[in-house]
């Protein structure tokens, strides 16, 4: 089936550094995802972007986290600056359209801030 | 308040045998309701989904039972194989012109003995 690739598989930063995730969708699919799953402890919606937009987020989407996906390259996730509860595994997903549902999820990165 | 719910935690069964995971939801709104199934260190892929005009969607070995009145659905496996162990989550949405952000429960473990 369609691949979502993401680059790091893992990172380890400090407390208080920039971290980038970066995610590569599947080619023609316009809504974006991210997703943060902490230990034990079930998938959580972050935000969702479209069309260059953010277009709904959760509380969890910090004002230290940005997403953007310059010029159609990777879609990524930016946290500046990175706090230890960041700690936890961030998946993208992507799907064709709204109307489509079926979101495909890349294999996650698992960030561990010390 | 966990808007989605699964159970149990952690399910054996013998290889043949049928597999029945539960998940519940509090949101009434919720119209669409995917099931991923997730293998160590792989994001979760779309296994089957249902959505509320329907009570039941057959694939394979895979079933899901959908009860709108009581906010319960479950997803049986028939015939289990070993190679069907994984963690299964069940989500749910709202179709909207956001995008359809997911809900999911904590998850399942099965575990499919030969």
């Known amino acids: 089936g369609p691949k979502v690739l993401q680059i790091p598989s893992h990172q380890i930063i400090d407390m208080g550094q920039m971290v980038t995730l970066n995610c590569d969708p599947v080619?023609?699919?316009?809504?974006f995802y991210w997703y943060k799953q902490i230990l034990g402890q079930q998938m959580e919606f972050l935000v969702n972007?479209?069309?260059?937009?953010?277009?709904?987020k959760s509380k969890l989407f910090k004002d230290q986290f940005s997403v953007e996906r310059p010029d159609g390259s990777y879609f990524t996730l930016k946290i500046q600056p990175t706090a230890l509860e960041d700690s936890a595994v961030y998946f993208c997903?992507?799907?064709?359209?709204?109307?489509?549902?079926?979101?495909?999820f890349g294999p996650g990165t698992r960030l561990l801030v010390l | 308040q966990q808007q989605v719910r699964q159970s149990p935690q952690s399910l054996t069964v013998w290889e043949g045998e049928t597999a029945i995971l539960n998940c519940s939801y509090e949101?009434?709104?919720?119209?669409?309701f995917p099931w991923y199934q997730q293998f160590p260190g792989e994001g979760p892929a779309l296994l089957i989904s249902?959505?509320?005009?329907?009570d039941k969607k057959e694939d394979g070995r895979f079933t899901i039972f959908f009860n709108k009145r009581e906010k319960k659905l479950s997803l049986h496996i028939t015939d289990s194989q070993p190679g069907d162990s994984a963690t299964y989550f069940c989500a749910a949405s709202v179709r909207n012109n956001a995008g359809a952000k997911l809900t999911f429960g904590g998850g399942t473990r099965l575990t499919v003995r030969p």
């Open positions: 080619s023609n699919h316009l809504y």
């Open positions: 997903a992507s799907s064709l359209d709204w109307g489509e549902d079926t979101q495909y």
């Open positions: 972007f479209y069309n260059g937009k953010v277009m709904e």
């Open positions: 949101d009434s709104t919720f119209n669409y």
């Open positions: 249902i959505r509320s005009v329907s």
